[in-house]
């Protein structure tokens, strides 16, 4: 997940989080992580249903000698700065799909000094892994040996993909950028305790060029849409989402720097502006040699992106799908749940003062499928507000009711989802501290990580500061936190903080020692036995840095929690530069896929890569002088064969 915050003011001598709180929830006990802390969720009452809802929150069972049995049991490792991948005693690492991989055994060879083309990459694996999930070809013992993986590539890093860097930006070196960015889908099985790429039809790539679809209220035919080119590609693809019916729901996000403008007389727009589209960009300068990049020229081309995209792994080479009832802005997740059949998807605008979505499907999602419609075009896109008494509410983002009427200037449903963030403004929905990936326990209890925060107000967001409220606790936030709920009606939660997380060092109100504390907790995913596995994206400015007090956290890391008793262990570190963006297990649970996005990227703490020195700061996986680092999916399994994670 490339992270775009600036660097964060040091939290030393804040107040402990209890106190922050504490005059606004009294009824509410924080969950403050490590080995201390206590599950008390808000204080429900004693109806039937209340009841049913903190399952979660019970005690483990106690086995005959007394003690709880937690479900953590490994050892955790260390903070680490080492550019490597490390894992607890017992546990070994395989490296299954890098950068640059062909996806068939006839395809290009990666070339280690940068040299391929963009032909070879839209035939490679793709850059910047970051969501992913495992499909299994069956239910029985084969589903954990045999099966489609699905990737999401992010971004790129010109100084590392091209073999001159950044320098003389050419057509070709936009059509690389494109081409390393979107999809990679592919075969893998498991072999005598080894895993690797099976030669199969499925393996494809679905790139910034890929023809796709639209549907729900903004189709294909949308005038928002038309620039006088075919519909194409996905970009900034991050997070994902799994469907009942065995789809992969791809989130776009940080879109807009991709656009920009050399034309002097070009104004954003308020909706422009709203959605960070500006002349700069992100410094990417595509528009100078791709004019569909240029937002004097093409303006409705930004319009076709920041959607959630659905790709059907079974059949990958058809054209994906971007869903727009779901709103358009920073996705970062696109987590499935149910709920009396109808499908319930949780969604994170990862920006400072983001907010949370849900949307809820109209009917049953086997009733819409047998119809023909697809569950996730027919439904209603609900934004959350958080109350300080640990109450919420989801606010309804539907043309015609409250502000978002034709008086107020709001047309249809479709300027609605297109402009879904300043319908949110209009609602006084609650800002949040940038709002990433969300996870959905077997209780239903749902969990959403919230990356951090510089403090001050909230640029953009029309819901206020912010600062103050119980939601966001901490003036400055450098190190986020993450929260969970349960709903009570379609628009009615209870919520609170599960875990505060930081360096106690550099903050007292933090409850996590030396063997779970974290920073910028962005992945969260349930295996099969409640484990909550989290993914940090610490940034380039702060990681390493004892500066910005993140010097004593390290790289960043894989961490494992156990609901039931707050214990929070670390299982994995990853290399220098890199984020650990997804997790995911084979059905048995023995075989963990981990994607480590960007290594060796700059960094304050390790210096800058350069066109003469890409290994400067990493050169994992290969450590090859010759080479550079790459992203990559890993493999991690117990060299006994047990259940990952487990005692």
Same mark, same amino acid.
């Given at each position: 997940?490339?992270?775009? +915050? ?19 929830? !009294? ?33 483990? &069972? ?20 080492? %550019? ?10 395989? =490296?299954?799909? &890098? ?6 055994? $006839? ?28 499909? *299994?070809?069956? %239910? ?10 699905? +990737?999401?590539?992010?971004? =790129? ?17 936009? /059509? ?5 960015? $979107? ?8 072999? @005598? ?17 890929? &023809? ?23 970009l900034g693809n991050s997070a994902y989402g799994v469907t009942p019916w065995g789809t992969y729901l791809s989130c776009e996000e940080n879109v807009a720097g991709y656009?920009?403008?050399? /034309? ?39 319009? #076709? ?27 970062? @997740? ?12 949780? !969604? ?36 959350? #507000? ?9 606010? *309804? ?17 479709? /300027? ?46 029309? @819901?206020? =500061? ?9 003036? !400055? ?6 929260? #969970? ?77 156990? *609901? ?5 262990? #670390?299982?994995? =570190? ?46 994992? &996986? ?17 060299? %006994?064969?047990?259940?990952? $994670?487990?005692?």
């Open positions: 997940m490339a992270d775009l +915050v600036p660097p964060h003011p040091e939290s030393a001598g804040a107040p402990p989080f209890e106190e922050v709180v504490a005059s606004s929830l !009294s009824r509410r006990q924080v969950v403050a992580g490590g080995t201390a802390a206590l599950v008390a969720f808000l204080g429900f009452g004693t109806s039937t249903a209340q009841a049913a809802t903190t399952a979660a929150a019970a005690p483990a &069972p106690t086995p005959a000698g007394g003690e709880p049995k937690g479900l953590l049991g490994f050892a955790a490792v260390p903070p680490a700065t080492t %550019d490597a991948v490390t894992v607890p005693p017992g546990y070994s690492v395989q =490296t299954l799909a &890098p950068w640059g991989r062909p996806l068939h055994s $006839g395809g290009p060879a990666w070339l280690a000094d940068g040299g391929n083309s963009s032909t070879d990459q839209a035939r490679q694996v793709g850059s910047h892994h970051s969501g992913l999930h495992f499909f *299994p070809y069956d %239910d029985g013992p084969r589903g954990s040996r045999l099966g489609t993986l699905v +990737v999401n590539h992010e971004a =790129t890093d010109a100084t590392l993909l091209h073999r001159d860097g950044g320098a003389a930006l050419t057509r070709e070196k936009v /059509d690389k950028s494109l081409a390393a960015q $979107g999809l990679s889908v592919f075969e893998v099985r498991e072999s @005598g305790g080894t895993w690797d790429l099976g030669d199969s039809p499925r393996n494809v790539r679905i790139t910034g060029t890929t &023809p796709v679809n639209f549907s729900g209220p903004v189709g294909s035919g949308h005038p928002a849409l038309r620039t006088g080119t075919a519909h194409a590609g996905t656009f920009g403008t050399d /034309d002097p007389s070009w104004r954003p727009t308020r909706t422009q502006k709203r959605y960070g589209v500006s002349a700069a960009g992100h410094g990417h300068r595509w528009h100078t040699v791709a004019p569909r990049f240029d937002v004097a020229v093409n303006g409705n081309e930004v319009h #076709r992106f920041g959607w959630v995209v659905e790709v059907d792994p079974a059949a990958p080479s058809t054209a994906p799908v971007k869903r727009t009832a779901l709103g358009r802005f920073q996705h970062v @997740g696109a987590t499935v749940t149910e709920a009396a059949g109808r499908v319930v998807l949780y !969604s994170g605008d990862d920006e400072n003062g983001g907010y949370l979505y849900k949307f809820v499907g109209e009917d049953e999602w086997r009733r819409e499928r047998a119809r023909g419609r697809s569950p996730l075009d027919h439904g209603t896109l609900y934004v959350a #507000r958080f109350e300080d008494d640990g109450t919420g509410r989801w606010l *309804p983002l539907i043309h015609g009711r409250g502000p978002l009427t034709g008086e107020h200037g709001w047309r249809d449903q479709a /300027d609605v989802v297109l402009r879904v963030r300043e319908a949110a403004d209009a609602l006084g929905a609650t800002p949040l501290d940038r709002p990433q990936q969300t996870a959905v326990a077997a209780d239903g209890t749902v969990y959403c990580a919230l990356a951090n925060s510089p403090g001050g107000g909230y640029c953009g967001s029309g @819901g206020g =500061t912010g600062r103050g409220r119980a939601i966001s606790p901490r003036e !400055s936030n450098p190190y986020g936190h993450i929260v #969970r709920w349960r709903e009570e009606s379609a628009e009615g939660f209870r919520w609170d903080v599960f875990v505060l997380a930081g360096d106690p060092a550099h903050d007292e109100g933090v409850g996590l020692d030396e063997s779970g504390m974290f920073g910028s907790p962005k992945g969260l995913w349930f295996d099969g036995d409640g484990r909550l596995w989290i993914q940090t994206g610490i940034s380039k400015w702060a990681q390493n840095c004892d500066e910005s007090g993140h010097g004593n956290l390290g790289n960043n890391a894989v961490l494992v929690a156990d *609901p039931a008793n707050g214990e929070i262990r #670390r299982f994995l =570190t990853g290399p220098r530069g890199a984020e650990i963006t997804a997790v995911v297990t084979t059905p048995d649970r023995r075989t963990l896929f981990v994607n480590v996005q960007h290594p060796g990227e700059h960094t304050a703490a390790w210096g800058a890569p350069t066109p003469e020195r890409p290994c400067a700061v990493s050169g994992w &996986p290969d450590h090859d002088p010759a080479g550079r680092p790459r992203s990559a999916t890993i493999v991690v399994r117990r060299t %006994d064969g047990g259940v990952i $994670g487990g005692v």
